[in-house]
């Protein structure tokens, strides 16, 4: 089955319709934040997911207790960042996903910013979203087989093996040297 998926055309098929569904949800969410009437600001979002955080049932504990220290001790004392981090991040992971560019890279930022989330107890489309971004990468590239990955990875394979067959440009001994 993963093999399928990883390299069948009709598969590749498949997940571009996935992607585009993907990528229309991430663009247009990212779109509202940066465009919106009132400039985005997670502010309140992330003190309600720390007053209320995600808690078992019949103790009462933070189901989360790493992620709740995150969000108290890097992400409110941050939010300046996170507030450019999230609409920028969802607007470039929707461009990636539909244009096919990079996209398992998308695809996992997708998720990562779906697990968060759910992290922090909000569930509405997330775990939809979360089992096609699932589709997106376990399709690997072949995912972008019919996007701009088809051009994109290729060149950025033979820049890497340029790379690591010369290894970085260092200067020549002696180069540089004042006598």
């Known amino acids: 089955m993963m093999k399928w998926w990883r390299e069948n055309v009709w598969a ?8 585009l569904l993907l990528g229309y949800h991430w663009l247009t969410a990212g779109w509202h934040k940066i ?3 009132k400039p985005f600001d997670a502010t309140g979002f992330l003190k309600g997911a720390i007053a209320n955080p995600v808690a078992d049932k019949t103790t009462g504990e933070a189901v989360y207790p790493t992620y709740l220290a995150f969000l108290e001790h890097f992400a409110l004392p941050n939010v300046k960042l996170i507030n ?5 991040g969802e607007l470039l992971v929707g461009l990636g ?3 096919g560019t990079l996209t398992v890279t998308a695809a996992f930022f997708g998720l990562l910013m779906n697990f968060m989330f759910v ?4 569930v509405s489309t997330n775990p939809w979203l979360m089992l096609l971004g699932m589709l997106v990468l376990t399709a690997g590239a072949n995912a972008g087989r019919f996007g701009l990955d088809r051009y994109v990875l ?3 394979r033979k820049e890497a093996n340029r790379f690591f067959r010369r290894g970085p440009k260092t200067p020549a001994a ?3 040297l004042q006598h």
């Open 12 to 19: 590749a098929g498949l997940v571009v319709w996935v992607r």
């Open 174 to 176: 002696g180069a540089g």
């Open 97 to 99: 996903l539909i244009l």
């Open 84 to 88: 450019i981090l999230i609409p920028w």
């Open 154 to 156: 290729p060149l950025l």
């Open 119 to 122: 992290f922090a107890g909000t």
């Open 35 to 37: 465009t919106g009437d």
